[in-house]
């Protein structure tokens, strides 16, 4: 197995594409648990559905940048309406997230179901988009989540100070005149498409899991927060190599569920014997 992930071929490039996968989501999960904003990753995921499915409809057939475009697009418009509901109405943040969350899924199935039923073959393979299917990247998917993984990094670090003040205290980074708005806006682009590259990999469904469980085990083991962003990282990546290598063992085993066990075992051990363990507030 050892010879086979060190040697190029679809393995090394599965294991690749899931460990950077996996730091990047990582990372940006850091700052999705610290802002107590885990749901808006679920909120993103659901959402890419029923714009994976328009994107199908607009190009006509199974086109990768058609899809991941519309699914994309439909994640930030869905984190708009969040922002448009919590400014219109007095529901609490996480009845809002769920409510979009709801809504846009169940219009990505309603889609979903429509083109496969008059499609015909055309639109087959959209449904492995719910779960993942890692055996299915190629190396060009890999050079595309290995970009997103150094533009996100360049991000993090230009604008590391304005983030940190952001997650730990948004009003006093606006009261400085810190560029809170940019800080929110890029860390939203970014996680986005983190969601959208993760999801031949793991799927709407579980992408979720690889933002919030390596964030959660990290916590439990340090308190600064770049210490905390890069154990995160290491955390996705490692759950996205073992979830590959497990998958290469087991004849029909899906990559994608795996990892996401892989990324709730690493949250449950550290929540259990990490040496920072957080307490529940009194």
Known sequence: ?????????????????????????????????????????????????PGIC??????GERSMPWLLGGALLAGLLAAGTVEVVLRLTRIKPDAAMGVVLSVWFALGTVLLSRIQHHGG??????????????AAMLHSDLMLIAGAAALA????????????????????????????????????????????LGLQVVGVVLMVALLVAPAIAARQWVNGLFAMCVLSAGFG???????????????????????????????GFSLLLGTHRTRAAP
Do not use: C, N
């Not at 328009?54 to 190009?59: C, K, V, W």
């Not at 730990?168 to 996680?191: I, K, Q």
């Not at 996205?240 to 690493?266: C, E, H, K, Y």
């Open 237 to 267: 990546a490692a759950a996205g190599v073992g979830g590959a290598l497990i998958s290469a063992q087991a004849r029909g085993l899906a990559t994608g569920p795996v990892i996401a066990l892989l990324a709730a075992a690493m949250a």
């Open 153 to 196: 990094a360049l991000v993090l670090l230009v604008l590391w100070k304005d983030l940190k003040l952001v997650t730990f205290d948004r009003d006093y980074a606006r009261a400085l005149g810190r560029p809170v708005t940019l800080a929110e806006g890029a860390l939203a682009a970014l996680t986005a498409t983190a969601i959208v």
């Open 121 to 134: 073959a055309g639109p087959a393979g959209l449904s492995t988009f719910l779960f993942g299917q890692a």
């Open 1 to 49: 197995m050892i010879a086979q992930l060190l040697t190029p071929g679809p393995l090394q490039t599965v294991a690749l594409g899931t460990a950077l996968l996996g730091a990047l989501a990582g990372a940006l999960g850091t700052f999705a648990t610290l802002r107590r904003q885990s749901l808006m990753g679920d909120v993103l995921s659901h959402a890419a559905l």
């Open 54 to 59: 328009l994107g199908y409809l607009a190009a």
